[in-house]
Nanobody, 124 residues
Framework: QVQLVESGGGLVQAGGSLRLSCAAS????????MGWFRQAPGKERAFVAA????????HYVDSVKGRFTISRDNANNTVALQMNSLKPEDTAVYYC?????????????????WGQGTQVTVSS
């Protein structure tokens, strides 16, 4: 069992930055791929970024490439999402998720464990 707790959300002006963090419990964190997803009001939860268990591979949805960076610290059981040049369309609840099969998938169904989410609001 893995518990995930996100932090770092908030209100920021367009063009600003936020850093989201996700703390994981358990001794198997380093074997899981991790993902960040977001859900805007009235929309389905959507893939943002994912990173492999070792941290050697990461990929992003096209709309955040060059602006967001996913990283992980396996020694401290954390994964982060650095978000720069934020836009109003980035406004959503952001969730981190863990996949024990290390698939670093874009699909929500691939992830077994989810955090409770953290709100990010970008004003224009």
């Amino acid at each position: 069992q893995v518990q995930l707790v996100e932090s770092g959300g908030g209100l920021v002006q367009a063009g600003g930055s936020l850093r989201l963090s996700c703390a994981a419990s358990g001794r198997t964190f380093s074997t899981y791929s991790m993902g960040w997803f977001r859900q805007a009001p009235g929309k389905e939860r959507a893939f943002v970024a994912a990173i492999s268990a070792s941290g050697g591979y990461a990929h992003y949805v096209d709309s955040v490439k060059g602006r967001f960076t996913i990283s992980r610290d396996n020694a401290n059981n954390t994964v982060a999402l650095q978000m720069n040049s934020l836009k109003p369309e980035d406004t959503a609840v952001y969730y981190c998720a863990a996949d024990p099969y290390n698939r670093y998938s874009v699909a929500t169904q691939a992830y077994v464990y989810w955090g409770q989410g953290t709100q990010v609001t970008v004003s224009s």
